[in-house]
């Protein structure tokens, strides 16, 4: 029995490999199509294979999809109002040649608290070539910060879907989990982000295409009312810089609450309540709302515009999160997390390294940082039982590290990155792949240095 569900599962992920690398087949689908796959050569019930999915699926958007919805809504409201474009123009006008590197950094670390990676790199880049233009620098060494502090907030920052959904399947305190997933983000930036755009910079095109990838998303729509998502004027710093925060404000404050005071406490009973992750993005999205919204003369058909933008890009990406959710149940139903957990036991592997090694090889065939924190989540779960809260925070991140190991032409940022900067596909995995790989192994060094100060 033990070799047959080995057998199954290593089919199952060779299937969305397969599907996902190489047929090019919507994650959606060949997450679907593996589980089926696992269904039918385990011996499952196929009934109870249906369950298992469905159950999954269920579950992860019920406890996700709002709130990647909600943060949806506030990123499309900071593109919308200029608000983005305020933080960033703000860094970069302050700072001189030497450290526009690090301040790109910091500004794409503000930019992806609230945003999904593909969003804040569209709004970036624009900023990273006019950068690299007027301050004569190599391209890379402006860019490459930034495209740090982006892809290391995907990876281990919530509410980004990867790190989220993880914390939902294992159960992990979400508070708790971004402040470590802060401390480990911080000295990452810094190595992967201005350190190796330093030394990267030299294998990369030391200028600004000329003609590089438009952002235009053609006419706005219009409301009932003929007013679009324009603002007419846009929100100050200190305003941005508020609705970008609030909701992390407002998650860390639950946490400290947690460890400071006691259930039964006003306070901490407040601080418990608005720091849960659906009300505290509520929050945020309703101060986005108003601050950056009909505060910049949108309107409340503009706004109503800016809104309705906001969620239709995100439909494909909640789909294949729900997807994950049911894959991973499919594989916990069948027994294939209590095997992993008795082998790991078997060979007293260290859960941290176990969960980011899970998390490399699923990464490395699919190319989606999502799927491999979801699927190496659903894995690696059943040790998460035996583990103290901060335990499983840790290997909340451990797992998001995983994820961004060495991104390559199955992955869609590579793609990404490589067209918007006019890079050849040998300097994309020198600077690009190279980063990426950088945050996954720097990253899991910090966890464990973190592990061994906290447990």
């Not at 794409?108 to 880049?125: D, R």
């Not at 992390?248 to 404050?253: C, G, R, S």
């Not at 006003?266 to 009909?294: E, S, Y």
Request: charged content about 10%; overall charge neutral; proline content about 5%.
């Amino acid at each position: 029995m033990t070799a047959l569900l080995i057998l199954a599962t290593l089919l199952a992920i060779a299937v969305v490999v397969v599907l996902i690398a190489w047929l090019k087949v919507n994650p959606f689908v060949a997450l679907i199509l593996g589980s089926a796959v696992l269904v039918a050569v385990s011996g499952t019930n196929p009934q109870d294979g249906v369950t298992s999915f469905a159950k999954g699926v269920g579950d992860t958007f019920g406890s996700v999809g709002i709130l990647v919805a909600l943060g949806a809504i506030v990123g499309r409201l900071l593109v919308d109002s200029g608000g983005a474009g305020t933080i960033v123009e703000r860094i970069v006008s302050r700072v001189s040649t030497r450290a526009l590197p690090w301040a790109m950094a910091g500004a794409a670390v503000l930019v992806g608290l609230p945003m999904f990676f593909e969003i804040g790199l569209v709004l970036l880049i624009p900023i990273v070539l006019m950068v690299a233009r007027r301050s004569k620098l190599p391209m890379l060494a402006v860019a490459i910060p930034a495209l740090a502090g982006l892809s290391v907030l995907h990876g281990l920052v919530p509410p980004h879907p990867g790190p989220l959904t993880a914390i939902g399947l294992l159960k992990a305190d979400l508070g708790l989990t971004l402040l470590f997933g802060i401390i480990v983000a911080l000295p990452t930036v810094v190595l992967a982000g201005p350190v190796w755009g330093r030394v990267c910079a030299k294998w990369g095109p030391q200028t600004p295409p000329d003609n590089s990838v438009l952002f235009s998303e053609g006419d706005e729509p219009a409301a009932a009312d003929g007013s679009v998502a324009t603002a007419t004027r846009k929100p100050s710093f200190a305003v941005t810089l508020t609705v970008v925060l609030l909701p992390v404000v407002l998650m860390l404050a639950r946490a400290v609450a947690e460890i400071v005071s006691k259930k039964g406490n006003p306070v901490h009973d407040a601080l418990f309540l608005v720091g849960t992750p659906l009300i505290a993005l509520l929050i945020g999205t309703l101060a986005a709302m108003v601050l950056l919204g009909l505060r910049t003369g949108m309107g409340w058909g503009g706004l109503a515009v800016s809104v309705d933008k906001s969620l239709p890009p995100m439909a494909g990406t909640l789909l294949i999160i729900a997807a994950g959710g049911g894959f991973k149940q499919t594989l916990v139903d069948a027994g294939v997390g209590n095997l992993v957990a008795d082998w790991a036991k078997g060979v007293n592997f260290n859960v941290l390294i176990l969960g980011w090694l899970v998390a490399v090889g699923i990464r490395l065939a699919t190319g989606s940082a999502t799927v491999a924190t979801i699927t190496s989540a659903g894995i690696v779960g059943p040790l998460a039982a035996e583990q103290s809260s901060t335990e499983i925070a840790l290997l909340v991140l451990a797992l998001g590290c995983g994820s961004l190991f060495f991104s390559h032409v199955n992955d869609v940022g590579f793609w990404l990155v490589k067209q918007y900067f006019g890079m050849t596909v040998k300097q994309t995995i020198l600077s690009w792949s190279l980063m990426e790989t950088i945050i996954s192994v720097a990253g899991l060094v910090f966890v464990l240095i973190l592990s061994a100060i906290v447990t």
